[in-house]
């Protein structure tokens, strides 16, 4: 190592010219009896693909600096020590379908066949803030997810399952406080102190304007809801991830993988500044931030991307905001596979796309993985299918020999310069969002939204002109299909669901109820109000989810889409 970096320059001018005679004299002919089998070669983001990767790009490459150890800043390698060696990442397949007792069943199959945390989905009612019994909710309930309305839904949905041993993450946002209120409920009901209380609620409100709209309340009213939690667990649920910071949808709604990058990063600053702002000190919280990205199909984009991450938030959190504690500085992720990727079409070789993205997040160093069913695009998920999904990972984890050591594709000549690129290309992003004044202003203005709506376009012209191939899809495509088993949701879930909802509000204390409403209302309405307590007493009393987010509605209004396209 010379001059701080891991090359000798001189050899790195001779490498350099050596392969510019390997060019003209081995390459140059070679290319002209076998001509390139495509005009362009490039990541599934259309970054440009050179022919061959040397170290000689690298010639500013420190090792300690820019690589270092796992479990040393900046964490490039990977948060802990001993990575996979130590533990395996958590397995978490996700589920959610019918009613509560359809899904409790779901998660203690999983447990049973090895699965290691759980993961919610909800039904579109509930991601709205709607009650089942909703005229709003009519025939989409426990349609794409569990029917949660009130804690008696939560109750039985954990039935049987104990709070203090099992991690569960559950992917809301607009709604996130009222469920997680309802779930503490359940805990305190199984006898189950909060501070032994483990797991993540997604809670990420920015990126439901960028991508997936799935909001309540405008930005600046649920970001004071979320700062509210950050200060409630940081005092008395300690062991709960309070935000999963969320480039997955980002990615679902088109991005390319550096916009991935850049958007959730910037996502997480505004977060960390809004409980700055709140007067919540940064170690405090910081800790407990947790993120969630996406898993596509381009192997090594995907690799470079998970390590830029991590390398451009402990350097954020370092050098922004001067965190202390170095929990603060490390990046740690969940990942899923791109639901986006899965195509109707031959959906036995969405078991192959799954295998290679889940591949790549190990890789990548993920703390805990989910693995799409290959009927996802038909339906949601059979036990067959997600059984698949699972032994997908536990066949990586345990016969694949790619968790026996540590980052394994570090140092390699391409990994390296495609994560230095990353890296580069996403600041240029986050100091653009600066300029605009942050990432809630940047939402307002549109422009993230652009940008992603542009590389969704850009994308879909590559493969409608055959430029990018999707097997099964515009290459080659197949006039049978075999079809497979799907899993379907009885009309009859609606129907009991609406009369467990109406006996509830029949049964709890209706004076209890209404109280805990006119504190909540009460309580949004003064700023310094921390409104977690007031939601989790509210969950005691059976108040339903719906009845809490009108309330707030009432007092917070209501987010509407600027529609800037």
Request: charged share 25%; glycine share 8%.
């Amino acid at each position: 190592i010379t001059g701080g970096t891991m090359y000798d320059r001189k050899k790195l001018a001779g490498i350099a010219t050596r392969r510019k005679k390997w060019q003209d004299e081995e390459l140059a002919p070679s290319l002209r009896k076998s001509p390139p089998r495509l005009e362009r070669f490039s990541t599934v983001s259309d970054e440009e693909i050179d022919l061959l990767y040397t170290p000689d790009p690298l010639s500013n490459f420190d090792y300690e600096e820019d690589l270092g150890y796992p479990g040393q800043y900046p964490y490039t390698r990977g948060v802990q020590p001993t990575m996979y060696r130590g533990r395996l990442w958590t397995m978490r397949q996700f589920a959610g379908f019918g009613s509560a007792e359809d899904t409790n069943a779901r998660f203690k199959f999983l447990l049973s066949q090895g699965q290691t945390g759980l993961s919610t989905a909800f039904h579109f009612p509930t991601l709205m803030g709607y009650d089942s019994d909703s005229p709003r909710a009519r025939g989409e309930v426990g349609m794409c997810g569990v029917a949660v309305d009130s804690l008696k839904d939560m109750e039985i949905l954990f039935d049987g399952i104990p709070l203090d041993k099992v991690t569960t993450s559950m992917t809301i946002n607009g709604p996130a406080a009222m469920v997680f209120a309802m779930y503490l409920a359940v805990a305190e009901k199984q006898g189950v102190p909060f501070h032994k209380v483990g797991g993540t609620i997604q809670n990420d409100i920015l990126k439901e304007y960028i991508a997936q709209h799935s909001w309540i309340f405008p930005p600046e009213p649920s970001m004071r809801i979320i700062t509210d939690i950050l200060a409630y667990c940081a005092d008395n649920v300690p062991r709960w991830n309070t935000i999963s910071i969320s480039g997955y949808h980002i990615r679902e709604a088109g991005s390319t993988a550096v916009q991935e990058l850049a958007f959730t990063i910037a996502d997480g600053i505004a977060y960390v500044q809004a409980g700055i702002d709140a007067g919540i000190p940064v170690d405090k919280f910081a800790p407990r931030l947790s993120y969630f990205f996406n898993a596509q199909m381009d192997f090594f984009e995907e690799i470079a991307k998970y390590r830029a991450l991590r390398r451009m938030w402990a350097r954020i959190m370092g050098e922004r905001f001067h965190a202390k504690d170095e929990n603060s500085w490390k990046l740690r992720f969940h990942t899923q596979t791109a639901g986006c990727t899965l195509t109707a079409q031959q959906p036995m070789n969405n078991v192959v796309r799954v295998a290679l993205q889940a591949l790549s997040g190990v890789l990548g160093g993920t703390q805990s993985l989910h693995t799409n069913s290959m009927d996802e695009t038909l339906a949601l998920p059979s036990e067959q299918a997600v059984t698949v999904a699972l032994r997908t990972q536990q066949i990586i984890a345990e016969e694949s020999g790619v968790a026996n050591t540590i980052d394994p594709l570090g140092g390699s000549f391409f990994v390296e310069q495609l994560t230095n690129g990353m890296e580069e290309k996403a600041m240029e992003y986050i100091r653009k969002i600066d300029e605009m004044g942050g990432m809630v202003a940047a939402i307002k203005q549109g422009y993230p939204q652009r940008e992603v709506a542009d590389a969704a376009f850009h994308f879909q012209r590559l493969v409608d002109a055959g430029k990018k191939r999707i097997v099964g899809l515009n290459a080659y495509r197949s006039q049978e299909e075999t079809p497979i088993p799907l899993l379907k949701i009885d009309d009859r879930v609606e129907k009991r669901q609406v009369a467990r909802t109406k006996e509830v509000r029949r049964r709890r204390d209706a004076k209890k109820a209404r109280a805990c409403l006119s504190a909540l209302k009460e309580g949004s309405l003064t700023p310094k109000v921390n409104l977690m307590p007031l939601l989790v007493d509210a969950a005691r009393e059976y108040v339903t989810l719906g009845e809490m987010c009108d309330t707030l509605r009432e007092t917070m209004g209501v987010y509407t889409d600027p529609a800037m396209f």
